[in-house]
């Protein structure tokens, strides 16, 4: 098994980061209406709870995005670990590989005419073509250089 990072742009990891700030700030902000406002009626509560679960998911998830996402091949499968969320491509399934070298992106398409883009860095996808080519040499590998083959 191999494991190759998820390519974020540094722009996307700023964005998460701040979003992860300003939910701990709406958290300490929540935390400090309780010990001055206190308890006062249901719909304080209700907006109490509501803003520190936002807030605790907020960090759970975009902490997640930056920690967890991962491309992992498998023998059998690839799977994707985008934060939370997990979907697995099966390597049988895999028709053809094709990259496209004028806008650098790298594309499996399956056998029922669906295809994913790969997020990893450009320098990596010689070896995660490799990879995925080593459990099954039926797969097409081609690489795209005019607009033509782009359309």
Known sequence: ????????????????????VLAAA???????????????????I????????FGVGAIVIF??????SVY?????EIILR?????????IKEIESIRLFSKTNKL??????EKYTVISVKPEWYNDFIR???????NIRYDVSITDKDEE
């Open 63 to 68: 902490s997640a995005m930056l920690i967890r």
């Open 46 to 53: 209700i907006q109490y709870v509501l803003l520190l679960l």
């Open 107 to 112: 594309v499996l398409y399956f056998k029922n």
């Open 82 to 90: 985008f934060g939370l969320i997990k979907s697995v491509y099966k």
């Open 131 to 137: 990879e995925v080519l080593s459990h099954n040499l």
């Open 72 to 76: 992992i091949v498998g023998k059998n």
């Open 26 to 44: 709406a958290i300490a902000y929540t935390v400090y209406r309780m010990i001055t406002l206190g308890f006062g009626d249901a719909s304080l």
């Open 1 to 20: 098994m191999r494991t190759f990072r998820f390519r974020f742009s540094k722009l996307i990891i700023l964005l998460q980061i701040a979003a992860m």
